[in-house]
């Protein structure tokens, strides 16, 4: 298996989302900077968190824009698989790969910290490393993680279990006080029609090693090895 | 020998319109930043203040010289990159020409 992480001006997660790949792929992801308008076939494109072109005009907006994200897209709608996290969710939105939108958190704060997700649905091939119900711990760090669509959309995404990630408590209730950034849904990550693109706020790369605290990204890493080639 | 245009006026020259473009949220999308503008004016003692809702104020420089002509560009410029329109609305006023 080979990936690809675009990289962003303004692109901070772009190492840890590496790192994370190579220890599963046995090999060291490309990198790909945002100017660049072709790069080799690889079976995985990811979209790193951090805060591209400084976040101006709105998150992602400019990234979405750039002269990488033209063959993304392109590959995207080939079937590709794409993976975007946090920055890179908000991106996804932007080119309209996802429905939806990314807005400023309910309580108007930055929140680094670590959440608990329900796993909704394991028809992925990012999220088949999970078992559906399954809870897991990644860490957020965003300020503009609110998700909202029209009711129309939400109901499609329900309907076509479209739903990746909720924000649940540690027992995987889904709850009011267990949304951290006041998404529609308690909504923490989407598929597209196809399944083959994912957004999701919470960072999975960030909790993939025992060394850093918790390793239940990994699964999502690890499954990506057995199913894309 | 002719004296030399003041910048301003070679400026208008070359550059007869500008665009003067609002970007909202739609009606019906939460606004929390909207919302905290609003309390912390009553917090002020500004009383009356009904809801607060929060934009954008983009102003552009155009080299096209025919307004309706501006207005089209501006429209695709909107749809394109200017305004995510899920979430927002925009409006245009062209000025000059």
């Given at each position: 298996m080979n990936a690809a992480v675009i990289v962003f001006p303004g692109s901070n997660c772009d190492?840890?989302?590496?790192?994370?790949?190579?220890?599963?792929?046995?090999?060291?992801?490309?990198?790909?900077?945002?100017?660049?308008?072709?790069?080799?076939?690889?079976?995985?494109?990811?979209?790193?968190?951090?805060f591209s072109y400084g976040d101006y005009l709105r998150s992602g907006a400019m990234a979405a824009r750039s002269p990488v994200m033209r063959e993304v897209i392109a590959r995207a709608n080939r079937g590709v698989p794409v993976l975007g996290i946090c920055n890179g969710f908000q991106v996804l939105t932007e080119t309209g790969l996802l429905p939806g939108?990314?807005?400023?958190?309910a309580k108007l704060k930055f929140i680094c910290r670590d959440v608990y997700l329900k796993v909704e649905t394991s028809n992925s091939a990012f999220t088949g490393g999970y078992a559906e119900g399954a809870v897991v711990r990644f860490p957020v760090a965003h300020a503009d993680g609110n998700y909202y669509a029209d009711a129309e959309t939400l109901k499609r995404l329900e309907d076509e279990g479209r739903i990746a990630f909720r924000y649940c408590d540690p027992r995987?209730?889904?709850?009011?006080?267990?949304?951290?950034?006041?998404?529609?849904?308690?909504?923490?990550?989407?598929?597209n029609e196809k399944r083959n693109v994912l957004g999701l706020m919470p960072h999975p790369e960030r909790l993939a090693d025992a060394e850093l605290g918790g390793t239940d990204g990994r699964a999502m890493f690890d499954h990506f090895v057995r199913v894309l080639h | 020998m002719m004296p030399a245009l003041p910048a301003g006026a070679q400026r208008?020259?070359?550059?007869?319109?500008?665009?003067?473009?609002?970007?909202?949220?739609?009606?019906?999308?939460?606004?929390?930043?909207?919302?905290?503008?609003?309390?912390?004016?009553?917090?002020?003692?500004?009383?009356g203040i009904g809801e607060v809702r929060q934009?954008?104020?983009?102003?552009?420089?155009?080299?096209?010289?025919?307004?309706?002509?501006?207005r089209e560009s501006v429209e695709a410029m909107c749809r394109k990159l200017l305004a995510n329109t899920v979430i927002e609305n925009y409006s245009i006023e062209i000025e000059g020409g």
């Open positions: 190492r840890d989302v590496e790192v994370a790949l190579a220890h599963s792929m046995g090999r060291a992801p490309l990198r790909v900077w945002h100017r660049d308008s072709d790069f080799p076939q690889v079976d995985l494109i990811v979209l790193p968190g951090g939108a990314l807005m400023r958190n995987g209730r889904v709850t009011a006080e267990a949304n951290v950034n006041g998404s529609l849904g308690n909504i923490a990550g989407i598929l | 208008r020259k070359t550059i007869p319109l500008k665009a003067r473009i609002h970007v909202t949220l739609k009606n019906g999308v939460l606004d929390p930043q909207g919302k905290a503008i609003g309390h912390a004016l009553q917090g002020l003692g500004f009383a934009g954008k104020y983009i102003e552009l420089e155009m080299a096209e010289r025919d307004p309706k002509r501006a």
